[in-house]
């Protein structure tokens, strides 16, 4: 894909995508032969359906939900075909689409359909404020001849012309124009040279076809946790605001919140309890050491009072 293609994507999302997240189709919108309603587009509805159907939206069955919407037209061209006429002996000419999908898990089977010829058929819908009988050119309706039957060799059909306004395209299962449908890639706009269809007959081919989709559904799915934390992270993050919670309930210095130990609030609230009854009879017991050499004013006043309790030690003179 070229820069200026993907640029052209681009400037219908609302981020910059990279190449390998998009998956692009050409497709042919409509064209200007009689369709099975004894209708066509007149070739100048063809060039105003051009610019009309960029940036609209490809759904199924023109059934106008959100959740059918499958891809976006982001450039169009009308192609003329000198090699071919329609019914009734003019040049033959046809409007091309380019359409994107993102590619995600959920639309790798349709984009296989796609590439498989499955989803193929489309079928454009849109306002034409014109409808003029090919036979004498007078307004459809208000002439006496009936599109679909031959006056003098001459087939009647109505011709659509003035588009207003383009709505959609969508997937159906039998278009009113025959032929309008999902093409082969074609090496680049304006190229009229079609690519060899190359089928997939062995696994390594496959693995090589389906490894895009695999990737683009690997990046879709890390960009949708890409701010979260492991469940590991969190139960760390959790426990150490139990520790420093309990600590600050029990009146333990800040600094030793860190050595409490548990696996639940209820536990390291224990442990903060235990801790602090151990730290606060620790200060308030005199500290005494019957291994001292010297005693301290208060033991002297203690053992003089309780002389047989006195250890054997030397007391200052």
Known sequence: ???????????????????????????????????????????????????????????????????????????????????????????????????????????????????????????????????????CGAEAGKCSHVKGETYDDTVCCHILDSITDAYELSFVAVPAQQGAGVTKNYHQKGDTHMEEFIPITTKADFDTAVQPLIDAAVSAKAKEFENWISPEAHQAELLAQYRTKAALLTGLPAELASRLTGDTEEAIQKDAELLAGLTKSSRQTPAFNPETPELSGVEKSFYAKNPNLAPNRKENA
């Open 1 to 135: 894909m070229e820069q200026a293609e993907l640029a052209k994507i681009n400037a219908l999302t609302r981020r910059e995508f990279a190449e390998n997240e998009i998956y692009t189709f050409p497709v042919t919108l409509c064209h200007n032969d009689i369709d099975r309603d004894s209708e066509r587009f007149s070739d100048e509805a063809l060039t105003q359906m051009s610019e009309l159907f960029i940036g609209k939206t490809i759904i199924t069955d023109h059934n106008p939900t959100t959740a059918g919407q499958v891809a976006r037209i982001y450039d169009t061209e009308v192609v003329k075909d000198s090699g071919q006429l329609t019914k009734d002996g003019r040049p033959f000419c046809y409007l091309k689409g380019y359409a994107y999908m993102v590619r995600t898990s959920e639309n790798a089977d349709f984009i296989l359909e796609i590439d498989a010829g499955i989803k193929k058929e489309v079928s454009v819908s849109c306002s034409a404020e014109k409808r003029i009988c090919s036979i």
